[in-house]
């Protein structure tokens, strides 16, 4: 059944793996959409090599831009490609989706400095680790010992242990917004991410 817009969609997306397992073309899907994903980060993050940064922020973006750099790589290794062409002519067309919908163009121009732009970016790429979870759809009964399951667990762990920082980071960031206003951005970010990845999942669970 296609995935519906109602509440419980990532339930549905749940049954459908279930009921039909992880095929090369969902493998296929998923891997190219996380490979945007993290290109698109990484096309940010790279900037911090260049402008002046505090350390702690540097450090961790320098850390990050890294990770995503390497998990990126091995998710490619460990995918079982489609042979059919029409699951990547879809992903590029997807992946202007999330380009146009994350407003990813606007954060990769100028420097990076403590100001709103930046800190919407950080909210951006909070959403992207906190609300872009496959894991969790799958059975509990899979066992996680392929090369695709074990790299998309790690970057999902590699995730939830980055956001503590990133949120530290956002909280200390000294701009002229409160807190009320911070939120804001945060929930406008991590509310595009959610209808992104939920497209996502209505294309993979046709």
């Known amino acids: ?4 817009s109602g509440s419980d969609w990532r339930k549905q997306a749940a049954a459908y793996f279930a009921q039909h397992g992880l095929k090369s073309a969902d493998q ?21 090599e260049f402008h002046a940064v505090d350390w702690l922020p540097y450090s961790f973006l320098h850390n990050q831009y890294y990770r995503e ?16 062409t029409v699951n990547y002519w879809q992903m ?12 990813i163009g606007k954060y990769l121009w100028g ?31 899979w066992k996680l010992d392929t090369p ?28 002229n917004l409160g807190l009320e206003e911070k939120e804001l951005v945060v929930r406008k970010k991590r509310s595009a991410v959610e209808n992104i990845f939920k497209d996502l999942l209505a294309m993979i669970c046709r």
């Open 28 to 48: 296929t899907r998923i891997s190219l959409f996380i490979s945007a994903v993290k290109r698109a980060n990484s096309m940010i993050l790279a900037k911090v």
């Open 92 to 103: 590029a067309q997807f992946e202007i989706k999330l380009w146009q919908e994350a407003e």
């Open 148 to 175: 695709f399951l074990q790299t998309l667990y790690n970057m999902e762990v590699e995730s939830g242990r980055l956001i503590q920082t990133q949120i530290r980071l956002m909280k200390e960031l000294d701009l």
């Open 111 to 141: 420097s990076i400095a403590p100001d709103l732009n930046f800190f919407e970016y950080l909210a951006l790429s909070h959403a992207f680790m906190s609300e872009i979870r496959f894991i969790p759809l799958f059975p509990a009964q």
């Open 69 to 84: 750099m390497e998990l990126a790589t091995l998710l490619y290794r460990a995918t079982s490609w489609s042979l059919d």
């Open 1 to 4: 059944m296609p995935i519906s």
